[in-house]
């Protein structure tokens, strides 16, 4: 059997390098991580941001996380888009775990679904958003489940059926 040969395209230096999307600095700070572990240096963001998509049931949320102080969902301060004290707790989760309040701006695009699955993807995005700037994170937020995209869902109706699994009454004759 014969032997092909392929042809190896030469890629120049300034083609294979990538312009990053964040430049990042590590602080000289020293954050405790949660549950009295070794401590986690935290690096701030220079430039630009950090980005990142979370989901619920049907919910999509994309989050950007960047230097500053504050937190807003679709162009509100999410305290003002989520209505119940629960909601904004799902969203602070992440940042209350690492004890990294008031490090990061984050800015959330969210559609679909109801409140509180976007409350939930809310929370998926940014926890997935600080594991892609600081991957030393990863192991905490794992271990809490805000990594985890949670499967369920609404299970679709089956033709015979009323409902997903709700049948019409049986007669016997």
Known sequence: MPVRKTKVKEVKKEE??????????????IE???????????RSIKEGYVK???????????ARIASGKSITVNGKDYKEYFPTEELRLHVEAPFKALKLTDKFSVSVLVEGGGIHSQAEAVRHAISRALVRHEPELRKTLKRLGFLKRDPRAKERRKFGL???????????R
């Open 16 to 29: 294979a390098a990538l312009a990053p999307v964040a430049v990042l600095e590590p602080t000289p700070v």
């Open 32 to 42: 405790p991580a949660a549950g009295g572990e070794t401590p986690v240096l935290v």
């Open 52 to 62: 990142a998509v979370g989901r619920r049931k049907t919910s999509r949320a994309s």
């Open 162 to 172: 009323k409902k997903a699994r709700k049948a019409p009454q049986w007669a016997k």
